[in-house]
């Protein structure tokens, strides 16, 4: 199937020897002039490149005391060196989180502090672990920095809270101030700069696939479901990941969302303007490209006069929705103050159960075996309802209200140990292919261990790059590309549809 | 040589507060723009002081993430605090200022506790030594500071317990010197190996602290994942460089 090994899978998780450089091969595509551009960054590696970068750094330093607090607290005690499900499936020293962060650190050291001055003159910086930044450093930041998808799982087991995403976030940003930008990324942020989404639906594609949702719901059951698009007046904006317009099982979601909003009685409407949740400016942590594209949600709220603003299933994006959004483009002053801003569609749904709003027929998802994938982002950077931990509960409860089935992973792969799918933070891209392959390692093997003692069938998850990544992985390990599905999909095949009206 | 390790003293203290003062501010004043919380995460500010507590005063994360550093680490750092009510007894003078605290230094129980931590120091520093040649992921990590700094606090605790368990310092006249420092009224120093070699050990520890990794002191308090109240939805949260673009278009 394709020129590297998948990782086997053992009967029991082992931490394994390290193998240093087996990943050093893998860099996904650099950005071309005309996707650096749009975003405001250079079209090449500049000629003072050094200088440039060791300054991006200084400015990086003094806006975020995250970074600056990481850099100089670590201890290298190596309680996250077995942590990151890239360095478990590449055994690479590099994806150890503390050895990623130090390809950085090392040269803060040297750059910034005392003791990497002092030894540096010496001749000696290895000392302090400093290192002046070289060609070779730079590349091992392209390389590493882009075989971490921020994921925060390091985050948890870090005694000071380290967090390996803030450290990528500036890496990458310090890489585009210099020129060497991903084509990945940059590419769709410039997509949603120019059409309003990271696939480039333009109006009338979107106009065409959900008229051609209403008619496959209407044939389905029998019943008028909407999926409007630019409805000014609705009560609900719904912000979803343009993957949710065609891409399997997402679109089964988004049949879902629709058939929520029917029977909660509830208008509501996508924008054309703002066809994205996803916000791939914070993959390149890049505050300005991140606010750009937030910008555009509040933008598009204001011009179809909504009351809400709900999310659908999408992880870093809810983690830009529930933790940035209010910051990047609030205040929502001009929304319902009943609801939280914004609400995540687990929640809404949720509470149409907890209200006996919805019905459901449970026997319509007998044949599938539940098991639930938390996604990095949904599980480690926000959360749902009132209460910490609600992104957990809310979307098992919502599986177990649709489904007669259901089993969780081991304790140690769920919930904040939750394993990355390995696509995340902008790596989910065909020139990465054995990186994605190789970091879901962890979590095929979790799933393994439940599909062999309780016999599950499917893996749910509310994640679109989650669901694109293991449809695409999951082959690599012998199960199919369809047991990953929707939170939605399930919901969409228990409702019982009971509004006839429109 | 009293007066020698006096003006030591004094310019490693300095060195320590001044590098600490200007390293805080520098945490303190650097803003954090985004909401960063690892969740779950508290709601409440009474919630992140839980939390912040528990990291450490019990090292929580740590815990739930490798059982072998947690024992060796906490080991290491509890008996540190024991050792350092032991010598605080030869820092406060019953009569002076402090005195008030004499009472609560120079009782059994302290005394012996910070004297047998010593033991317990060594073997939390043996044990995370070992870790680093032992643990290939580990032996990876580390970089020669790393083992430097270990055998640095290692001597302070050896020559510590030499002197608790074998040869005796003159802890009379020591008491005499170090309240001259503090008092500025230089008094003569003991001039045994073992002491001099654990204070000028100390002395080294005091100037690097500011300039290394022992930074994750003061830095913990300032680590916005465990420091941050999980309420962005509720509360808009901005810094100020993030405002000013906010005006820009």
Same mark, same amino acid.
């Given at each position: ?5 998948? %990782? ?29 551009? %749009? ?34 607290? =670590? ?8 942590? =990151? ?39 000696? %910086? ?21 075989? !971490? ?8 087991? !870090? ?44 109006? %009338? ?214 394993? =990355? ?44 790059? =989650? ?36 | ?10 310019? *490693?203290?300095?060195?320590?507060? #001044? ?33 912040? /507590? ?21 080991? /290491? ?31 059994? *129980?302290?005394?012996? *506790? ?34 430097? #700094? ?28 170090? #309240? ?70």
């Amino acid at each position: 199937m394709a020129d590297f090994e998948t %990782p086997e899978i053992k009967e029991y998780p082992v931490i394994p020897r390290l193998k240093p450089d087996v990943m050093s091969h893998s860099k996904p595509f650099v950005a071309k002039e005309q996707f650096q551009e %749009p975003l405001g960054f250079p079209g090449e590696l500049v000629d003072n490149w050094q200088d440039k970068a060791i300054e991006k750094m200084g400015e990086l330093q003094g806006k975020y005391r995250s970074l600056q607090v990481f850099l100089d607290i =670590c201890v290298k005690c190596g309680a996250c060196t077995d942590k =990151c499900h890239y360095y478990l499936g590449t055994t690479d020293p590099k994806n150890m989180p503390v050895a990623r962060q130090d390809l950085f650190r090392q040269v803060y050291r040297r750059y910034f502090t005392f003791a990497g001055k002092f030894f540096g003159k010496l001749g000696m %910086p290895g000392f302090v672990g400093a290192r002046e930044l070289d060609k070779e450093v730079l590349d091992d930041w392209y390389s590493y920095f882009h075989q !971490c998808s921020q994921c925060r799982r390091c985050s948890v087991y !870090c005694p000071y809270g380290i967090d390996t995403a803030e450290i990528s976030m500036a890496a990458r940003e310090v890489l585009d101030a210099v020129g060497v930008g991903q084509k990945y990324c940059n590419e769709i942020i410039g997509k949603v700069f120019k059409i309003g989404n990271n696939l480039g639906l333009p109006e %009338p594609a979107l106009a065409d696939t959900l008229e051609g949702l209403e008619e496959e719901v209407k044939d389905d059951t029998g019943i008028d479901v909407k999926y409007p698009l630019d409805v000014k007046g609705a009560e609900v904006l719904l912000v979803t990941p343009s993957a949710d317009f065609f891409a399997e099982p997402h679109v089964d979601g988004l049949i879902g969302y629709g058939k929520v909003f029917h029977e909660a009685g509830i208008s509501w409407t996508v924008s054309s303007y703002a066809s994205e949740a996803a916000n791939f400016g914070m993959f390149i942590g890049s505050y300005e490209n991140m606010r750009r594209v937030s910008m555009r949600i509040r933008e598009a709220a204001l011009e179809l006069g909504v009351k809400r603003i709900i999310f659908g299933e999408c992880g870093h994006a809810w983690r830009v929705a529930y933790s940035f959004l209010n910051t990047l483009a609030g205040p929502f002053d001009f929304l319902d103050p009943r609801y939280p801003v914004p609400q995540h569609i687990c929640e809404f749904t949720y509470d149409l159960i907890q209200k006996g709003a919805l019905k459901f027929d449970k026997s319509a998802n007998d044949h599938r075996v539940m098991t639930y994938h938390d996604s990095c982002n949904v599980a480690r950077a926000s959360r749902m309802g009132p209460m910490p931990g609600g992104q957990f509960k809310i979307p098992r409860e919502i599986i177990k209200a649709t489904c007669n089935h259901f089993y969780d992973m081991p304790a140690d792969t769920i919930h904040e140990g939750t394993y =990355c799918c390995g696509g995340g933070g902008g790596l989910l891209t065909d020139d990465l292919m054995e990186l994605r392959v190789k970091g879901a390692m962890p979590r095929m093997q979790a799933l393994k261990h439940v599909v062999d003692n309780y016999g599950v069938t499917h893996m749910a998850a509310i994640c679109a790059i =989650c669901k694109s990544q293991f449809s695409k992985v999951m082959p690599y390990y012998g199960f199919t590309m369809d047991q990953i599905v929707s939170v939605h999909q399930l919901v969409s095949d228990a409702i019982v549809m009971t509004n006839n009206e429109v | 040589m009293h007066i020698a390790f006096g003006i030591m003293f004094y310019i *490693a203290g300095l060195l320590l507060v #001044i590098g600490l003062i200007v390293k805080i501010k520098q945490y303190a004043s650097t803003p954090a723009p985004l909401k960063i919380p690892t969740t779950p995460a508290p709601v409440t500010r009474t919630g992140v002081v839980w939390r912040m /507590f528990t990291e450490i005063v019990f090292f929580n994360s740590l815990w739930k993430s490798n059982k072998w550093i947690w024992i060796f680490g906490w080991l /290491f750092h509890f008996a540190l605090l024991l050792a350092f009510f032991r010598h605080l007894r030869y820092a406060i003078d019953p009569a002076g200022m402090f005195g008030f605290l004499w009472p609560l230094v120079n009782n059994w *129980a302290v005394q012996t *506790a910070g004297k047998y931590a010593g033991w317990m120091m060594l073997i939390g520093l043996l044990g995370l030594f070992a870790r680093r040649i032992v643990v290939d992921r580990v032996r990876y990590i580390s970089s020669p500071s790393d083992f430097a #700094i270990l055998l640095l606090i290692i001597g302070i605790a050896l020559t510590g317990v030499l002197m608790s368990f074998v040869a005796h310092t003159d802890i009379v006249q020591l008491k005499e010197f170090t #309240i001259g420092l503090l008092t500025f009224n230089w008094q003569p120093m003991p001039t045994d190996g073992l002491l001099i070699t654990h204070l000028a050990l100390v002395l080294i520890l005091m100037v690097i602290f500011p300039v290394s990794k022992l930074l994750h002191a003061p830095g913990i308090f300032f680590s916005p994942t465990r420091n941050q109240v999980d309420n962005p939805r509720e509360q808009r949260h901005i810094a100020d460089w993030a405002r000013k673009l906010e005006s820009s278009n």
